[in-house]
């Protein structure tokens, strides 16, 4: 069956970083699109990036421009999400997803599969 695994997360200060990792297993990882989406306490979830199967188009979330990385290694079924210069705003709970039906990345409707979520809280 279909899995998707996060991990990475945690505590850190402010002006810090992170890489998240999500291991995807039990589908044909490198034919699909993945995101990483977060949901803050209180907050509705949200887009943060997304990279197309061959890792030739990616998007981020105005928030998280020129600070997050997305990509990915076909070869080790796992989708990646480097943060710098993280801010206490970044708080949030990190789930990785995989897109199965084409139009928009901040649509969660286009998602079929959600991992359990990593948490990530950034200390000021």
């Known amino acids: 069956q279909v899995q998707l695994a996060e991990s990475g997360g945690g505590l850190v200060q402010a002006g810090g970083s992170l890489r998240l990792s999500c291991a995807a297993a039990g589908f044909t990882f490198s034919t699909y699109t993945m995101s990483w989406y977060r949901q803050a306490p209180g907050k509705e979830r949200e887009i943060v990036a997304s990279?197309?199967?061959?890792?030739?188009?990616?998007y981020y979330a105005d928030s998280v421009k020129g600070r997050f990385t997305i990509s990915r290694d076909n070869a080790k079924d796992t989708v990646y999400l480097q943060m710098n210069s993280l801010k206490p705003e970044d708080t949030a709970v990190y789930y990785c997803?995989?897109?199965?039906?084409?139009?928009?990345?901040?649509?969660?409707?286009?998602?079929?599969?959600w991992g359990q979520g990593t948490q990530v809280t950034v200390a000021s």
């Open positions: 997803a995989r897109m199965y039906a084409s139009g928009h990345y901040d649509r969660d409707t286009n998602y079929d599969y």
């Open positions: 990279i197309s199967w061959s890792a030739g188009r990616t």
